[in-house]
């Protein structure tokens, strides 16, 4: 009688693990590449060592890749908060013909092939002389992760009150001051997790950057995509394993605080 169903779970179980597996695997196989004391990307390794990490962090061109792509991480992540934040209000309060239409259109860099992006990009900032330019990629990179704060912030307005609002202006709160004392606190959570997320799809975009960045511009992953075609060594494996630990560190700070905004509502209720 129980057959059945514990045979469906320990299978459901077993696929997870295949999938886990698949996924990890090249990361698993990067660990001991990123460690070798070697000069080729082989395994097994001849021997363990740190050099390809010092080389991540003291080689002018990887230094000069992880600096630019956290300025542009950064700035980019600043700009798509601010915009993304003040379009998911005015989409959860606001009242007009074609809301739904203009939600869709916000989402569109979240659906369309980051191909297709990079190169809408490069026509439009060759067109007014930007391209090239770190300023080209910080506003490429923010409407690229607009969209997920819009997302999110957009899912923390759902549970607001707005008669909060309202209490705060007829206890003599201005509208600047209710938004920044009564609003903002209160979707706070949903508007650091689309800002951290919006910093994870800056920091790991390769494609529009390969499009529209300089050599001097370069960012971390397109300096790592141009390794792999120039001169394939184990510094590669070593930058691929510090992406991936800053992303998964954000990620994992992410979850934290989800969790935490999930907690508080189900404790206010």
Known sequence: MFFWPNLRRRLAFLHTLVILAFLLAPLVIMVPISLTSGTMLTLPVPGWSLHWYEVIFTDSRWTVALVNSLIVGVAATALATALGTLAAIGLSWG??????TMLAIISLPLVLPIVILGVACFSFYASVGLIGSRLSLILAHAGLAAPVVVTTVLASLKGFDRNLMRAGASLGAGPL????RILVPLVAPGILTGALIAFLVSFDEVVIASFITSTEHRTLP????????????????????????????????????ERRARAHKAGGK
Do not use: W
Not at 177 to 180: E, L, P, T, V, W
Not at 229 to 251: M, W, Y
């Open 222 to 257: 397109r300096q790592i995509f141009s390794g792999v075609r120039e001169s394939i060594s184990p510094a590669i494996a070593a930058a691929a394993i510090v992406l991936v630990l800053i992303s998964g560190i954000l990620l994992a700070f992410t979850s934290y605080i």
């Open 177 to 180: 001051m209710s938004f920044r």
């Open 95 to 100: 009242r007009f013909p074609g809301q739904q």
